[in-house]
Structures are given as C-alpha cells and as structure tokens.
C-alpha cells in the first residue's frame, strides 16, 4: 500500500514538473488601436529542458472561442530556439508563436477568454487576452493601416463581359521605410483579372494631412458572373515602421538618423472590401449580329482592289475603333455570297497607350471569285451594347462590287494520250556468251566451313556474368556519387530530401481527419514547390508560394486551388470550434496540385 502510493506521487510530481516546463501566453501586440486597424492575437509557447534540446510540435488548430467583434485571420507560426549556460548547466528552450492578426470595425473591448488545446498529448490552456479598441484621436499613435493601405477606384456597377480598367494604389507614409513588395494577392472569383505590371508608377500625393508616396498598377478587370461580386486586393511587404518614441518631428528636418531604430517588419495590407453589382446584359433589342462587344465603337469597311480574276483573291479589311472589350470581340460571321469563297479571317489589334481599352481592331477577310462578272460582297454588320445608353447599337456598311474577269491561267490536260502497244520497242535483255567470256565467267558455289570449338570466353554464361558485374559497379557508383553530392551539394540535398519528405506527406494526407489532412496538404504543396523552384519552401507562406508559381507560369486555375486549399485549412484551424470537415473535393484539389508541380 505504501508502495503505490509512493508511485503515486512519484508520477504527480513527474506531471506538475512536465507542466511546469511549458508555459503558454496569450497578447494582443499592439494591446490598443484605432477602429480599423490591425493588431495581431499572438500564442506563445514555451518549452524549456535541462538535459536536451526539446522539439516542438507544430499545432495545426486552436479552439478560440468567437467574439462577434474581432474578425481572426492569415494565421501563421514563427520558431525560435536559445540555449542558457550557467555555472555550467544548460538549460535548452523552443518558443513557438501562433500569430493571428485581429482588426475590429467598431471601437471597445474585446476579450478572448481563456481556451484549452492539445499539445504533445497533454492539455494546455491559453490565458485571457484583451484588445482596446478605439476611435482614431490625437492621443493614439499612427496605426499600421494609417501608415501604410492599398485602395482600388472600383465601378460600383458592371455588365457581365464587360472589361474596365481599374488603378491600384499603394500608400506609403513618408515616415515609413519600404523593404520590399513579397506578393500580390486577388480574390476576385468572379472576374478575370489581368496581370499587374512589373513596374509600378510612383507618386507623392497628400491624404488626411499626411504626406505618402504612392505606387500604382493599372490592369484591367472583366465580370464573368453575374451578382454581387466581391473584388478585394492584398499585398505582402516588408517595411520599416518609425521609431513612436520620436514621431514628433524636428523642426530642422529629418536626420540620418531618422527610422535608425525603427523595427522592421512584414504586413499584409489589404484593399477595402469592394462588391460591384453585375449584372446581365438584356435581352430586349438583342440584334442577331451582337456576338459580346460592349463599350463604344465605330466600323469602316474597305477591299484591298475593286476587281480581280476568277480564283484570284481579294481582301475585305473591317477596322472597328474606340473603347471598349477589344479582347472579347471576335470578327463578325460573313454571310454566304453567291459566286465567293471565303475564310475565316486574321485579326490584329492596335492600342492606345495613354488610353487603356482605346485603340482599333482590324479584321482582313479573303474573299475568292468562283465566276467571272460584276459581284457583290456580302453585307456587313456589327452591334454592341453600350453600357451608358444601356441600349445596343448596330452598324452596317454599304455592300461593296468588285468586277471579276475570267482567269487568264492556262487549262490544264485532265487525260493523257494513251500509247499504242505496238509502237514501243523490244529489248532484247539477253547476250549469248562466246567461248572467252564463257571462260572468265566463275561458276562460284559456295562449301561448308570448317567447324571451330567454342571457347570460355564466347560463351552466354561468360557474357551473363560480364554484364551482370557491369550493372553491380555501374549501380555502386551511382550510389557513391550521390552520397557524395548529399554531402557536398546543398541543393541536391535540399531537392533529395524534400521528395522523400513529400512521399511521406502524400500519404499522411490521405488521411480522414481533418486535423491531419489540411496540415500535411499545407506541408505537400510547400515540399512540391521546393522541389520545383529548387529552394527552402517548407516554411513559405502562400502569398510566397503565389509570387514564384507566377515566375515559373503556374496556371492561373491552380494557383487558385492551392489558395483555396490555404484559406480551407486557416479557416479549419482558427474556426474556434472542431467540426467535422468533407475532404472529398479537397483531396481532388490537392492531387491536382500537386500533378502540376
């Protein structure tokens, strides 16, 4: 009886040290901010181990409990490791932070209560975090969102198909130092979105008294669903904030010390949520030759000669200009013309620069006579809608003769003249021999050969063998050159051992728990990309993952799953509740991914 209870409380004390060795905090960074602006909710764990380097173990999900104020969102981990020696002894830890930004659109507090969640197969509890929210005044700091935010001038108002051009703005506060722009981010699933160009435009432009230098991207935006769609932008940087404790500034200007102190950190700045009204075109007053134009157009019609020969070609050239959906419009169908051949046509487009959508686009028919006479081309129309009228427009042009004469091309022999049997000469292919050729001529006949005994070295078994040791060195070398490269080529390690790493992920991710699932198809999509991009991907977030599968020409449809797949697996593991999760079209987005890469 003593005994066991001796063990007892041997084992409650080996429990209490256990848990006493990892402590578990919970914060707001900044605790207080302005309406709109965002803070970031971090978790951090604590492990510490006097006689080994402790592991951590990467979370994959936190139970926080909702609170109707906070929006969570792009969580992410961060890990570090510190080794302590004193009078001697080591004392090794690993701190893993959970980091979630949180922004409020109202001002007050917000309270995330305390939650338990698993760790190594113990149960660890995050403590009471608050975050002050309140309405933007002189006595608050400049918030990130003041200092650096990302605006799209938007059309409230679009019809399906039809293409506008959008400007998007970077504001950088003068008192902020831009490292770098790390990705740019869509969400816009019911448009195509042109890509932004490499270059950005810069500009100083004063907002809210507040000087900032402004990089925009002009592209181009096209509905393809009908409804309220969202359009909303994010950028990933890395930036310098300004030291709070000297933004007052100097009355004899800034320094060359100025933002020395100043931390350097990495942002996802995000557009205003925007939602365009799309709607469908109408069907009332829809002529019979509207193929998808929307904008505003005028059409001129010209041939390149007004005659020609049968069998001869003419060229019909039709110019549509103004603005509008040139990309969308294709050359109108020309109807059948007695007496013509015609194909389909070749079309080239011409842009204004300084004017986006503006410019002509040209359609060069080839027309050919099949008889001699005055003919007529067939008539030509084209209709658009134009969305500020809301009412199609057609036009037409006058129908256009050309006079064909007959061809001047020599009639070709459809038979041949047939030869007479009896006219073709008879060739003797035979010669009788006199008695020298007869002499000279060798009546060769060929003998048996003499038979000659096999040896040792002509023999199969002798070749088996040969080529058997061939195959023994040739595959030992092998595996001695890649060991020595494992050694001495950290590429060709990084490569080796991320896809044996994704064989073993593939197969964890055919699992049917949703815990396990999103976390090694994460892990796989990471591996993949290391392997193909030949650099350290495992701890790459996806704005990361989208910039280099855009540099290799990822197709766009992909890189939209993979997305998809990221804000699956975040929105599984910071939903505040467990739930069970339907994997079916997930494992379908997953292995389509992964076959591209």
Avoid: C
């Avoid at 006689?51 to 992410?76: C, M, Q, V, W, Y």
């Avoid at 976390?519 to 701890?539: C, D, G, P």
């Avoid at 790459?540 to 799953?561: M, P, R, T, Y």
Wanted: hydrophobic fraction near 35%; charge should be neutral; avoid cysteine.
């Amino acid at each position: 009886m003593q005994l066991r209870n001796a063990f007892l409380i041997l084992a409650l004390f080996t429990t209490s040290t256990l848990i006493a060795e990892i402590r578990v905090s919970a914060r707001f960074e900044p605790a207080r901010v302005a309406v709109g602006s965002t803070a970031k909710y971090i978790v951090e764990i604590v492990e510490t181990d006097d006689s080994k380097k402790p592991a951590a173990e990467r979370i994959t999900s936190l139970p926080i409990p909702s609170d109707g104020g906070l929006t969570l969102r792009n969580g992410r981990t961060s890990n570090s490791q510190s080794t302590r020696i004193t009078n001697g002894v080591s004392e090794y830890s690993i701190t893993q932070q959970l980091i979630i930004e949180a922004v409020s659109q109202t001002a007050g507090n917000f309270t995330i209560p305390a939650y338990i969640f698993e760790y190594k197969g113990g149960r660890l509890q995050a403590p009471t975090a608050t975050l002050t929210v309140v309405e933007g005044s002189a006595d608050v700091a400049p918030t990130v969102d003041e200092l650096i935010f990302l605006q799209a001038n938007a059309p409230e108002q679009l019809y399906v198909g039809q293409t506008t051009s959008i400007l998007l703005k970077l504001y950088v506060s003068s008192s902020v130092t831009l490292r770098g722009l790390n990705g740019f981010e869509r969400r816009a699933d019911g448009f195509t979105v042109s890509e932004l160009p490499e270059q950005s435009v810069e500009s100083i432009e004063m907002f809210n008294g507040r000087r900032y230098r402004v990089y925009s991207w002009p592209f181009t935006i096209t509905p393809i669903s009908a409804g309220s769609q969202d359009l909303n932008f994010q950028f990933t940087l890395a930036a310098q904030m300004p030291d709070q404790r000297n933004n007052q500034a100097s009355q004899l200007g800034g320094g060359m010390f100025d933002n020395f102190f100043g931390r350097s950190e990495r942002f996802n700045i995000y557009s205003p949520p925007t939602q365009i009204d799309v709607r469908t075109l109408p069907s009332e007053g829809k002529p019979e030759s509207y193929s998808g134009a929307i904008g505003q157009f005028s059409m001129e019609l010209s041939a390149d000669s007004d005659s020609t020969r049968v069998e001869e070609p003419i060229m019909l050239s039709l110019k549509l200009s103004g603005s509008g959906n040139f990309d969308r419009i294709k050359g109108p169908e020309m109807p059948q013309a007695r007496g013509w051949r015609s194909y389909m046509p070749e079309s080239t487009f011409e842009p204004i620069e300084s004017q986006p959508l503006t410019g002509m686009k040209r359609f060069d028919y080839v027309f050919i006579p099949e008889k001699a006479g005055s003919l007529k081309l067939p008539e030509v129309k084209f209709s658009y809608f134009d969305p500020n009228t809301e009412k199609y427009v057609e036009l037409s042009a006058p129908t256009l003769t050309a006079n064909v004469a007959q061809s001047n091309r020599p009639a070709m022999t459809t038979a041949a003249t047939p030869i007479e049997k009896d006219s073709v000469p008879a060739i003797n292919l035979t010669k009788a021999l006199n008695p020298e050729e007869l002499l000279i001529t060798l009546d060769y006949r060929p003998r048996k050969g003499r038979h000659i005994e096999k040896s040792l070295l002509s023999s199969p078994w002798f070749n088996y063998l040969n080529g058997a040791a061939f195959v023994a060195l040739t595959a030992s070398s092998i595996l001695i050159y890649r060991r020595k490269r494992l050694d001495q080529n950290a590429n060709y390690a990084l490569i080796h051992n991320a896809k044996q790493a994704l064989k073993l992920t593939i197969k964890e991710a055919q699992s049917t728990d949703a815990a396990v699932f999103y976390r090694s198809a994460q892990e796989a999509i990471r591996l993949a990309a290391t392997v193909r991009m030949k650099r350290n991907l495992r701890s790459a977030n996806f704005a990361e993952l989208e910039a280099l599968f855009k540099q290799s020409q990822v197709d766009h449809g992909v890189i939209e799953q993979a997305r998809s797949l990221f804000n699956e697996a975040d929105n599984y593991r910071f939903s505040g509740r467990s739930r069970n999760a339907d994997l079916q079209s997930a494992h379908t987005k997953l292995k389509t991914i992964l076959k591209v890469l």
